[in-house]
């Protein structure tokens, strides 16, 4: 097993994206909250509302309800800014409308570093990794190279958004190929009341999962990591230079 090495925090700005509500609470949450506490500036784009991601509940019912609990989850750990591009969920697609709207907000926010959740085809364990997650992964990497180049979309600089070349790296929490930490041993408990936002669609999980409580979930994930690189609770993310 690899050594890991400690996130870079030489850094000010960041944009996490990822495809549902709830996907950033899942480890990067607890991350996010010991940034925002060095005082870190932090946006978080959904690209979708989440809308079919709960059994028996309609996507018109469920995508403002969703919408919602992200909002009050991000306020948690010092998350002010949400925005939501309205892709569908389940159906999300590396393709140019999605590098189009990405590359629009990191001119827009101009981060140093992007942050989202794994996009590799597992999590390490049996089981697939969801397809919305996959796509915007790859979709993401590209669109920090697209924010960059003058020629690709012009009508990002017609908009008044110019070309942005300052992102460093991007951050994939809970990647199988993992390539560093983050002590979040102060902050893990934040994290888990920011996942506990997510009120619904906890109760809407089913058995086996995180459940109705999050924190024996997200704590025993933290404390495996934590154990491996010699600190109470960590999170793990695979850092791709940009």
Known sequence: MAKLEVVPEDWSRALAVVAHPDDLEYGAASAIA?????GKHIVYLLVTE???GIEGMSPEEAGPLRRQEQIASSKVVGVEAVEFLGHRDG????NIELRRDLAREIRRYQPDVLISINFRETFGMPGWNHV???NLGVALLDSARDAANSWVFPELTDEGLAPWYGVRMAMFGNSPEATHYVDVTEHIDTGVASLREHHVYLQALSEGTAGKDPEPFLKNGA???GTRVGVEYAVAFEVIPL
Do not use: P
Request: hydrophobic share 40%; glycine share 6%; proline share 0%.
């Open 34 to 38: 010991k940034w925002t506490s060095q």
């Open 132 to 134: 919305d997650h996959r």
């Open 223 to 225: 404390n495996a990591v």
């Open 91 to 94: 159906l999300v697609e590396a």
């Open 50 to 52: 989440g809308e079919a």
